[in-house]
């Protein structure tokens, strides 16, 4: 099974509609990570969470929202979906602890979102 | 705030041949992580290579190596005998040892021709 799971990986939905993605990890890590990427801007942070009670807002945070429900899941949320949010989303994970500082993030495989 | 420039949007090599991937980051912290990642068109995001900005050794894995010049603040991936498996998006990424901020390039995309 995946460390970081996504779910759904593919969505298609219309402008309006409330929409959430899903990321769940078995890692074990504090840390979590909602980006977008979109062609030829790499990735960017929209929210991200450094524990369970911890919230911040990442450099695209409009329009999004998210919940840390427990350690191992974090969702983002679309209130109302619109055609420029259509994008490639990606949850991350990471242990940023100390000596662990030089690891990598873990990524799940992404969610592919397009709003008509 | 940090910043991190990939100046190559796109790049083709022949295979077997050697390619150098470009990238460079302006920070005003002594301490932080660099990585390279790839993306095929799978879409995953795959680690290629870390380098520890304390450490002066260039880090290596495989065929694919960096030229970490801390000074120039500049942080290139070397790929040795391409292979068309090589094929895909690479990212380079900046890592804060201060508050972990995490920062992409836009990413270059390299193409492996036969």
């Known amino acids: 099974d995946a460390d970081v799971t996504q779910t759904p990986r593919n969505r298609i939905t219309k402008t309006g509609k409330r929409i959430m993605l899903e990321c769940s990890q078995t890692?074990?890590?504090?840390?979590m990570y909602w980006y977008r990427q979109d062609p030829g801007l790499g990735l960017r942070l929209i929210y991200y969470s450094f524990d369970v009670k911890d919230i911040n807002k990442g450099e695209i945070s409009d329009g999004y929202s998210v919940s840390r429900q427990a350690q191992a899941k974090f969702s983002l949320s679309l209130e109302s979906a619109i055609p420029n949010q259509t994008a490639l989303y990606f949850c991350?994970?990471?242990?940023?602890?100390?000596?662990?500082?030089?690891?990598?993030?873990?990524f799940g495989d992404g969610t592919r979102l397009s709003i008509l | 705030a940090q910043t991190v420039t990939q100046s190559q949007p796109e790049m083709s090599v022949q295979e077997a041949e050697t390619v150098t991937l470009s990238c460079t980051y302006d920070t005003s912290e002594s301490d932080y992580y660099l990585f390279w990642y790839k993306q095929p068109p799978s879409r995953q995001m795959i680690l290629v290579i870390r380098q520890e900005a304390y450490k002066q050794q260039n880090a290596t894995e495989n065929r694919f190596s960096v030229n970490f010049q801390k000074a120039a603040k500049s942080f290139s991936l070397k790929i040795s005998d391409s292979q068309l498996g090589d094929a895909a998006m690479y990212f380079c990424?900046?890592?804060?040892?201060?508050?972990?901020?995490?920062?992409f390039g836009k990413g270059t995309r390299l193409h492996i021709l036969p």
């Open positions: 991350a994970t990471s242990d940023a602890t100390g000596l662990s500082r030089n690891q990598p993030q873990h």
């Open positions: 890692k074990g890590h504090d840390r």
């Open positions: 990424a900046y890592r804060s040892a201060k508050d972990d901020k995490i920062i």
